[in-house]
């Protein structure tokens, strides 16, 4: 008997496809309770857990829900991004993304001298700890987003170049 009073209180909600049977496509239905899918012609039926009642005394604060956890700065970038190869050893993980995206910015809005100059600045701030060979701070570069045409190739950036 217990079991049968249970089952009547159990919300349940009901997901169906209106699309045409033996189309391609998938409803999906979100919700706070999980995700279901259906296809095409399918007819789901999804179980809600009863929610506890609480007194109003009870009720979460706006301050307790705000206090999810941040996302990291790493959630600003591409997932399959790779990070700045030069980052300095002393920068903190929480700051190493935000060097990435400062660098990323530089090489696509600036012109090689500026590039270059900036660079030096990050090195004496202890942001980046550039190589010594001119040829693979280009490399990273390009691969950050900095132009290789005219005024941006490698000899260019060789005569700007200071690592010290």
């Keep these: 008997m217990e079991e049968k009073e249970m089952k009547e209180k159990k919300e349940t909600r009901s ?44 009720q979460p604060s ?5 206090n999810e956890p941040q996302p990291s700065s790493q959630a600003n970038h591409e997932p399959n991004e790779e990070l700045f190869h030069f980052i300095h050893p002393s920068v903190d993980e929480d700051q190493e993304w935000a060097i990435h995206r400062e660098v990323k910015r530089l090489v ?11 660079l030096k600045q990050m090195a004496t701030e202890k942001k980046v700890l550039l190589p010594q060979m001119p040829s ?7 691969r950050m987003g900095m132009p290789c045409g005219e005024g941006f190739n490698e000899s260019t950036f060789r005569k700007y170049y200071v690592n010290k």
Excluded: D
């Excluded at 706006?62 to 705000?66: F, G, P, S, V």
């Excluded at 693979?136 to 390009?142: F, P």
């Design 15 to 58: 997901v169906v496809n209106h699309y045409e049977p033996g189309s391609n496509c998938q409803v999906f239905n979100g919700n706070n309770y999980g995700c279901v899918f259906a296809m095409p012609g399918a007819n789901v039926t999804q179980q809600v857990p009863p929610q506890p009642s609480q007194h109003p005394s009870q």
């Design 108 to 118: 696509k809005r600036n012109g090689v001298q500026e590039i270059c100059l900036y």
């Design 62 to 66: 706006a301050e307790a829900e705000n």
């Design 136 to 142: 693979v701070a280009y490399a990273e570069l390009v």
